[in-house]
C-alpha cells in the first residue's frame, strides 16, 4: 500500500514557477514507477509526466515537453514535479500518482494508476 500526499501547489502568473511535492509512504516507494496527472475543470484527468523508480527514465507529455521536469529523491520518498514557463492553460489540480509492478513508469503514461493523491490546485492568471 502507498499513500501520497501532494504539496506545493498555489497561484502563479503566466510565465512564472512552481515546484510541487509529492510525498509517499510505504515500503514500495522506491521501486515504484511514480507520475503526475492534472484535472481542469470540465476536462477529463490527463497524463503530465512519469518517472520509473531510478529516475532514469522519464515521459511526458507534449503539452508539457521542455516546460515540467519531473524528479525523485528517494531517501525522501518524494517526487517533485518543476513547472516553468507556466501558461492559464496549465490550471489544474495535479494529482501524485504511483503504480505497482516492475513498469518504470510505463503504466502510468498508458493512463494505468494504482494509487493516488488527493491533489493539490495549481491556478496560472494571465
Known amino acids: 500500500q502507498v499513500q501520497l500526499v501532494e504539496s506545493g501547489g498555489g497561484l502563479v502568473q503566466a510565465g512564472g514557477s512552481l515546484r510541487l511535492s509529492c510525498v509517499a509512504s510505504g515500503r514500495t516507494f522506491s521501486s515504484s514507477g511514480m507520475g503526475w496527472f492534472r484535472q481542469a475543470p470540465g476536462k477529463e484527468r490527463e497524463f503530465v509526466a512519469a518517472?520509473?523508480?531510478?529516475?532514469?527514465?522519464?515521459y511526458y507529455a507534449d503539452s508539457v515537453k521542455g516546460r515540467f521536469t519531473i524528479s525523485r529523491d528517494n531517501a525522501k520518498n518524494t517526487l517533485y514535479l518543476q513547472m516553468n514557463s507556466l501558461k492559464p492553460e496549465d490550471t489544474a489540480v495535479y494529482l501524485c500518482?504511483?503504480?505497482?509492478?516492475?513498469?518504470?513508469?510505463?503504466?502510468?503514461?498508458?493512463?494505468?494508476?494504482?494509487?493516488w493523491g488527493q491533489g493539490t490546485q495549481v491556478t496560472v492568471s494571465s
Open positions: 500518482a504511483a503504480e505497482s509492478g516492475a513498469w518504470a513508469g510505463s503504466k502510468l503514461r498508458n493512463g494505468r494508476v494504482d494509487y
Open positions: 518517472i520509473d523508480w531510478s529516475g532514469g527514465i522519464t
